[in-house]
């Protein structure tokens, strides 16, 4: 009986410590990674990608990418060749913007004068010192991947449209799949 006791203090010791393991990177880390590998198929880039998600919905809240989150530089290693101000190369300044996300809120209905049109879509983007920020646009200028995913086609169509569109680029410049979320 004590055996099987020490055993399972053991196994819990054991479990306890991958966990802790497993959880001791930085998701920030793991999205510029699998962002820079185009989101391969692995349980760390599927989580990574899940947060950027999560992250811009159902309310656009926070950057999809937080860097200040991943320590770039490890101790005891020289600084990255190359750095801006920012410290971050231009190959990392790259994926993180090249990260286009919209946040689409759009409504339209006939009434008696016409359509009524309700559109707060915003257009998500880090600025040149990696401050991440939202601008209204309407649905009608987003560009034509969003206009698609989202199913608006102009004119006088009416309904409701919310969600998310984002999409991103690799270290080949590959143009991600367009992420479509609704909420």
């Known amino acids: 009986m004590r055996l099987k006791v020490l055993g399972a203090i053991a196994f819990g010791a054991i479990t306890l410590a991958s966990a802790l393991k497993a959880d001791a990177y930085s998701i920030d880390c793991a999205i510029l990674l699998c962002l820079a590998g185009g989101f391969p198929t692995s349980v760390e880039c599927t989580a990574a990608r899940i947060e950027m998600i999560r992250r ?3 309310w656009p809240v926070e950057p999809p990418l ?3 989150n991943c320590p770039l530089r ?3 290693l020289p600084p990255l060749p190359d750095t801006g101000q920012d410290g971050l190369t231009d190959e ?3 994926y993180r913007d090249g990260i286009e996300v919209y946040h689409v809120n759009y409504r339209a209905q006939r009434n008696s004068d016409g359509v009524e049109v309700f559109d707060s879509t915003q257009r998500g983007f880090y600025d040149e010192n990696g401050d991440f920020h939202w601008t209204s646009v309407r649905l ?3 560009p034509s991947w969003v206009r698609s995913r989202a199913g608006f086609h ?3 169509h009416t309904g409701t449209r919310r969600g998310i569109a984002m999409r991103t680029a690799d270290y080949n410049g ?3 799949e ?3 979320e609704t909420y």
Do not use: F, K, M, N
């Open 154 to 156: 102009g004119g006088e």
């Open 56 to 58: 811009v919905t159902p």
């Open 66 to 68: 937080q860097l200040w």
């Open 178 to 180: 367009v992420i479509w």
């Open 74 to 76: 490890a101790s005891g």
């Open 92 to 94: 990392i300044r790259g």
């Open 140 to 142: 009608q200028d987003t």
């Open 174 to 176: 590959q143009i991600s």
